[in-house]
């Protein structure tokens, strides 16, 4: 058999394409379970990290990422105070943390 270029480049093409794809459903699988995990906020801090005018809880939506990481830390080793954050915070691992923070960061207020 005989490979020619325009066989070639078609084929070729037709893989970046294939690949492409891959990648992006891959990307968009990443981004909903991301969003299924940040749900679980949203009993407290509101859908998509926006509470309520007016709430005693503060939102999460659009705060700097490292500052929440920092925060969720916090919760988690006792270093600061809360009524079920630090229950919360210890039943996740630095990467679900990393991930929860970059949801909310990318957030808008």
Known sequence: MRIT???LYKTLFAFSLFMGCIQAQAQN???LHQRANAAMCAN????????????A???LAGLPKDYLVQQMQ????G???ATV??????????????SLADYFATQTR
């Open 57 to 59: 809880v503060p939102p």
């Open 44 to 55: 407290c801090h509101g859908s998509e990290g926006r509470t309520v005018d007016k709430s």
């Open 5 to 7: 270029f325009p066989f």
């Open 85 to 98: 954050m630090h229950q919360i915070s210890k039943g996740l691992s630095d990467a679900q943390i990393t």
């Open 74 to 77: 916090a919760f988690k080793d």
């Open 79 to 81: 270093s600061r105070k």
């Open 29 to 31: 699988a990443e981004k």
